[in-house]
């Protein structure tokens, strides 16, 4: 029998103790559980940053060329007078686009003529992504190389001299149209040269030592003859009736290189002389002032 006034403490069951153990233990492995979560979740890389691109300007497109306009010529024309009216600018650039229209004589056009106004369309090219062969390629040493700089060949050309003297192209001279005279007969708008009166059959000279590279039928010009003189410089002596010297020929000042006379676009027996700064037509300077800086009396 139990004793009296006393009290056991009820005990507790197995299942209760281990539940409560169970318990716990679940409160105390919670806490660590918990901070290895969190720590595995710090731990978890970010995901990557997607690199920023970079975005290209896209090129501005170009701009739409005006479709070249089409001109006829008409009565007393001439191509300095067309571009200047239409502000072509140079009347260079509106015989070479239509160079195939007018042919090799730009100071001769016709009426009836259709000359294209304006730049012709050209193809763009296509721009390289990689870099330029000049970038690519090393600089270029000019001692390197087997030419001499531009600059030394040009003064070693002038250098020759003009020891051989220059003169008048004819015996006698007597000046008909002077040089730049103003007329819209002539394509460039101006006489290119100085006219010497001279009859049919007179002989004509050279005005100094040189090489005739072009002798033969020049279009308006008739008959002429282009020497290229020792300090680069070029005659021309046109409208002849007869040569008496051919391309690739050596002259000697005052050599005969033919006749005078009247062949080609004029309106009687005279001289045409030029002297240009190459052998073809637009490259002209005052003739007589040449002459008289080499030593020619006139």
Same mark, same amino acid.
């Given at each position: 029998?139990?004793?009296?006034? !006393? ?28 901070? /290895? ?36 010529? !008409?009565?007393?024309d ?5 571009a ?19 042919? /090799? ?5 016709r ?11 050209r ?9 330029? #062969? ?15 700089p ?9 250098? $020759? ?9 004819l015996?006698?001279? #007597? ?30 000279k ?5 090489t ?10 008739g008959?002429?003859?282009v ?22 020929? #050596? ?18 027996p ?12 637009? #490259?002209?300077?005052?003739p007589?002032?040449?002459?008289? $800086? ?5």
């Open positions: 029998m139990p004793a009296k006034g !006393k009290h056991r403490r009820p005990k507790s069951s197995p299942v209760t103790r281990g539940m409560v153990a169970a318990g716990t233990g679940g409160a105390a492995l919670a806490i660590p559980l918990l901070g /290895a979560t969190g720590a595995h979740a710090a731990a978890k890389p970010a995901a990557p940053v997607a690199a920023p691109q970079t975005v290209r300007a896209a090129a501005p497109a170009a701009a739409p060329q005006a479709a070249p306009a089409t001109y006829e010529v !008409k009565s007393g001439c191509l300095s007078r067309i200047e009216d239409h502000r072509l600018g140079d009347w260079h650039r509106l015989y070479r686009d239509n160079r195939d229209v007018v042919g /090799a004589d730009p100071s001769l056009i009426p009836g003529m259709k000359l294209t106004l304006g730049a012709k369309p193809a763009a090219a296509p721009q390289d992504t990689a870099r330029t #062969s000049a970038e690519r390629a090393p600089a270029t040493d000019p001692s390197a190389s087997g030419a001499a531009a600059e030394a060949a040009t003064t070693a050309t002038t250098g $020759q001299g003009t020891a051989s003297g220059f003169r008048a192209p015996d006698s001279v #007597s000046i008909g149209t002077p040089y730049r005279m103003a007329g819209s007969m002539w394509s460039s708008g101006y006489h290119t040269g100085v006219d010497f009166a001279a009859e049919t059959g007179t002989p004509v050279a005005v100094g030592a040189g005739v590279v072009s002798a033969g039928w020049g279009g308006a010009y008959n002429q003859v020497v290229r003189h020792a300090d680069g410089m070029y005659s021309q002596y046109a409208h002849l009736s007869q040569l008496a010297v051919a391309e690739g020929q #050596s002259v000697t000042e005052g050599q005969q290189l033919g006749l005078s006379g009247a062949t080609g676009n004029v309106t009687g005279h001289l045409h002389f030029e002297i240009r700064t190459t052998p073809d037509y637009g #490259s002209d300077v005052d007589l002032a040449y002459l008289r $800086q080499q030593g020619a009396s006139l």
